[in-house]
């Protein structure tokens, strides 16, 4: 396998980590009248939503389904638990289904990898096509630190992004929106939840990291909907995003909060470190 393809694939696999988590939108469609929006109802809009940002934040860990579509670049699901309360830690199945990510991955013998967060790098477990390149070993080993060089420094916000991937994440941008609107009750697999809809302009988000990571992947205005159950959970996220490398929608569904999560670091003798496997494919000492 060419350093080259090596590179191109270890890019791929942080990209495509980081997209199970933030996401952003441009998408303007808002039919309130912005005469009824009269600050006090702006002001009970966003205590309830700083209720569902706590409540979802203290939870510490979830179950996770997502979709994500980026253009003709990819399409990927995601599947696993994550916990937050000390970093991100847990375990998903990221299955690629299409575009021209799912391509490259099928020459590689699989469109399907195990993905193991941990709170200094996560882990990507390959088929054995892959292993046979890089020593026999199955894992790759991405330390968030050392994301920024790949391809010339083109992954420098997907260290941070995924260290700060949660799901009150949603919640915090729709706090930065300036037309935030309660749509209305609606039920989401069979139960009730309160449903969210506004427009942020990425250079208005008030945290700062979160802000870093928009405007760094090209984002600059963006629509979230979120969907907040009955105990101030967040239950659904649908995410648009105009980025530098195209149109990105994300779906995501959360659900038994608190649930245990695992996350075992794999074995040495079966991990290979991207900055080495790069090194060696290169020649680079």
């Known amino acids: 396998m060419q350093g080259t393809t090596v590179r191109r694939v270890g890019l791929v696999l942080a990209v495509a980590t980081a997209l199970t988590g933030v996401a952003a939108c441009t998408s303007q469609d808002s039919s309130d009248d912005p005469g009824r929006d009269d600050r006090a109802a702006r002001g009970r809009s966003l205590a309830a939503l700083r209720s569902a940002e706590r409540a979802t934040e203290h939870a510490e860990s979830a179950r996770v389904e997502s979709t994500t579509t980026m253009g003709s670049l990819m399409s990927m699901t995601a599947d696993g638990t994550l916990g937050w309360s000390d970093g991100i830690t847990g375990t998903l199945t990221i299955t690629y289904t299409g575009g021209t990510v799912a391509d490259t991955m099928r020459r590689l013998g699989t469109t399907s990898m195990e993905a193991r967060y941990l709170p200094d790098a996560y882990y990507a477990r390959m088929g054995a096509k892959f292993a046979e390149q ?35 994440q949603s919640v915090k941008l729709l ?111």
């Open 175 to 285: 706090l930065s929106s300036g037309d935030v609107r309660k749509v209305g009750e609606e039920t989401v697999r069979g139960r009730t939840a309160t449903h969210w809809s506004g427009t942020v302009a990425a250079a208005d988000v008030a945290d700062a990291a979160l802000r870093k990571q928009l405007t760094g992947a090209g984002v600059t205005t963006e629509t979230v909907d979120i969907w907040i159950d009955k105990r101030n959970l967040l239950v659904k996220k649908v995410e648009k995003a105009r980025m530098a490398t195209g149109l990105m929608t994300q779906t995501a569904h959360y659900a038994d909060y608190g649930v245990r999560v695992r996350a075992e670091r794999p074995p040495a003798s079966d991990t290979g470190d991207f900055e080495d496997l790069m090194r060696k494919r290169t020649g680079t000492p």
């Open 134 to 168: 890089t020593g026999g070993k199955r894992w790759i080993r991405y330390a968030y630190k050392d994301l920024g060089a790949l391809t010339g420094g083109s992954g420098s916000h997907l260290g941070d992004q995924m260290r700060s991937t949660t799901p009150n």
